[in-house]
């Protein structure tokens, strides 16, 4: 019989602790799927983020090495200069990338470091208890915006992304979600465009998947699914943000 | 290049004390010649991408309380390695030393002036300088504290090395502290003054 589908190499034969609904064990899968397509296993070294998903090095069967939190980027980027014919990729979620490591990214985007930050924002702080965040929408109820959050108070949700599109260091940043099948693939051929720039050395490339939270967000998974695409969407909208290959080098 | 050895053997943070006298001043140094860099251990942990090999992983973060405790009983016998082999520091003047000038970095050159001026008015005084602050030199301290009486301790700080001398003297030797909080640098003749003073009131 033809096998059709199988576990890629690149992800171990463990079963992953997240939540139930978790977007992080798509997002892994699609991370060892790329990976062994574009035969990249021997030579990816992976930076895991501070929260749930530090522990992708239990799955990614790669090279990995964690990063105090936030400064993913900016170990990535040491990585990357000792040794710049890897893949050297980040995965951070939003509170490690868009609030405590929030100056590692900017600064890593604008000098157009050759890495490829994997950013899966789920709009609050997972791990620690479902915090309000950075990417926390107006309105959403965190632990810590029990009455939802608000503009004057809280601020307003970062849309990091598109802040570090300006930069000129930035080659290619797209936002996608894994909340149905369609968007699953689209996710999956944005991170493999994302390492494809990285090989080509045209600058950073990252790419924002918004992912479910059922647990924190205290939603079953279909809700949290629907959630992504009535809310969430809204403010953070799907698609890409920046593409030089489009548009030659340097624009 | 010593520290980056040391850091490279013992895989541990290895941290240079600097302050603003070194950032701001500037003076002839001398380097020393070029020696090869010590024969350094294999490191059979870096992730370079796992070529033919399970994937490796760098990490301090374990969950799990018997590993972690293990990892940690690890450390502490590689803290004690470090600190039976690795306590640096220099001697000055102590052999027939009465009183010993504690002091370590820019207080340490201060310090050595100060000795220097003191011993022209033949008063017995030398200079222990620890050049490890961790590890502590402290059992050479405790072999000095045998036959030294007085151990004065002069810190750019509001003493931070003076209980490490307390430990290591036990009961042996009194200590006398002096700190300066940061602001105006002490110059060797104040300082001398103040051993001077203490060498006279406790009629060494």
Known sequence: MKKVFSRPRSLKKVPFHYCPGCGHSIVHRLVAEVIDEMGLREIAIGVPPAGCAVLAYFYLDIDMGESPHGRGTALATGLKRVLPDRLVFTYQGDGDIAAIGTAESIHTANRGESITALFINNACYGMTGGQMAPTTLLGQHTTTSPGGRTGARDGYPIRLSEMLALTDGSAYIERTAVNSPANIRKTKKAIAKAFRVQLDELGFSLVEILSPCPTNWRMSSYEACQWIESEIVKYYPLGVIKDVTKRGKGC | MKAFDLADMYRTPVIIFADGMLGQMMEPVEFPDHTNPKRLPAKDWVITGAKGRPGRVIRSLILDPVLEEEHNWKLMRKYERIQKKEPKYETYLLEDAKIAVVAFGTAARIAKGAVNRVREDGLKVGLFRPITLWPFPGVILAELGKRIKLFFVFEMNMGQMVEDVRIALGRDG???????????????????????????????
């Open chain 2, 174 to 204: 009194d200590i006398h502290f002096y700190g300066r909080p940061g602001g105006i640098v002490p110059t060797p003749l104040e300082i001398s003054r103040i051993i001077s003073s203490q060498y006279l009131q406790k009629r060494l």
